[in-house]
């Protein structure tokens, strides 16, 4: 048995699940991921405190004289309602000296901006696909680096927010079209890429120097209709009932040749330190059919809900989910060392 730590989990105010879940779903609840976290750690035997944040940064002082935890564990998806602002929230956990899970801040900044990450990427050779970024306030001009089809996004929010099918454009007309909604309609500045036709992998991985890359998981398009294109829109990924309509599911990529699975490996392994990340992350990438490997983005503290992918992808490696968290708690408590050192 590890040792009991005590452990303050950052939760969205929105997100704190109730003290008695009797009687309530808890399964199809908006705060499940938080309480698997949370419940699970208390089944490790640690002595944990919920704190919702929204706003103020105040409370988490406050918390850390009164509590006196050992860790943060962050569950935090906004601040103040805004996503971009995590890496702020992270930082002064450092300024405050608290361990934290997950991320450090500068990884955080890295690879939230899909454009300094792709260039960053870019410079070391990763196979990313040729983009542009289109700010708000300006013209909308005809690409000319880039050929059609392309796939316009938004260059910060994540959780494919705003990716539908008419994402992917094949003139002009239909790209400045939805460039102007992701200006308009998501608010943020858009990221127009050459769409990329293939597999869509995601790889989990673990560590701060040293990395654990979990088995590489799948999204399986084979059930959608055949005139779509084969993208994670924000449909697929958020509606049970569109997932089980098309048969959409993520498991173990299967019949991956072996060269390509290392070379996906050490791609990701590349990514993680390009970027800077720490604790945990998910690297999205595509699989051509030539073989070649196009990574889409990086996510530092992806999605830790039981049953989802990176926990399912991390059972699969033997790793279940209640020495998961410790692991990822390590990780924090370790970085910490290395960084004040
Ligand atoms: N260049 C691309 N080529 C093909 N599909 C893409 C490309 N970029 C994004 N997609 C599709 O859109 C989805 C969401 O894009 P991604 O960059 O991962 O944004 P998010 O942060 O919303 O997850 C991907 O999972 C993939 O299916
Ligand atoms: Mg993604």
Redesign the pocket.
């Known amino acids: 048995m590890k040792k009991p730590l005590r452990v303050l989990a950052l939760v969205d105010e929105d997100l704190v699940p109730p003290d008695d879940t009797e009687g309530i779903d808890t399964v199809n609840a908006p705060w499940k991921t938080e309480f698997d976290v949370i419940e699970t750690l208390r089944e490790e035997g640690h002595e944990v405190r919920a704190l919702g944040i929204g706003a103020e940064l105040a409370p988490i002082r406050r918390a850390i004289d009164e509590f006196k935890p050992r860790i943060a564990f962050n569950l935090m998806e906004v601040f103040d309602n805004v996503a971009s602002f995590d890496h702020n929230v992270v930082a002064y956990l450092e300024l405050l000296r608290l361990p934290y899970t997950g991320c450090n801040s500068r990884g955080l900044v890295l690879a939230r901006d899909?454009s300094i990450s792709k260039k960053i990427l870019h410079y070391h050779r990763i196979g990313v696909?040729a983009?542009e970024v289109f700010p708000r306030g300006r013209r909308v001009r005809r690409p000319r680096r880039l050929r059609f089809p392309?796939?316009v996004?938004?260059l910060t929010?994540?959780?494919?927010?705003?990716?539908s099918q008419a994402?992917?454009v094949e003139d002009e007309d239909r790209l400045i079209e939805r460039v102007r909604f992701v200006h308009e309609s998501l608010q943020t500045d858009a990221?127009v890429?050459?769409?990329?036709?293939?597999r869509?992998l995601?790889v989990g991985l673990l560590g701060n120097r040293r990395l654990q890359v979990l088995p590489v998981w799948e999204?399986d398009f084979s059930g959608m209709p055949g005139e779509s294109?084969?993208?994670?829109?924000?449909r697929?990924?958020w509606s049970l009932s569109y997932q089980k309509r098309h048969r959409i599911m993520t498991g173990a990529a299967k019949d991956l040749p072996d060269d390509v699975r290392k070379h996906i490996v050490s791609v990701c392994k590349r990514v993680y330190r390009h970027l800077a990340l720490s604790g945990y992350a998910r690297i999205?990438l595509?699989l051509r059919e030539d073989g070649r490997v196009?990574v889409?983005?990086a996510?530092p503290n992806p999605q830790l809900a039981y049953g989802e992918d990176f926990a399912e992808s991390a059972e699969k490696a033997g790793l279940d989910y209640g020495p998961l968290l410790d692991r990822i708690m390590a990780l924090g408590l370790r970085w910490e060392t290395r960084r004040l050192g």
């Open positions: 899909k696909a983009f392309l796939i996004k938004s929010l994540d959780a494919s927010l705003g990716i994402s992917v990221l890429e050459e769409y990329i036709e293939g869509e995601y999204l294109h084969k993208i994670a829109t924000e697929l990924k999205d595509r196009f889409m983005e996510n």
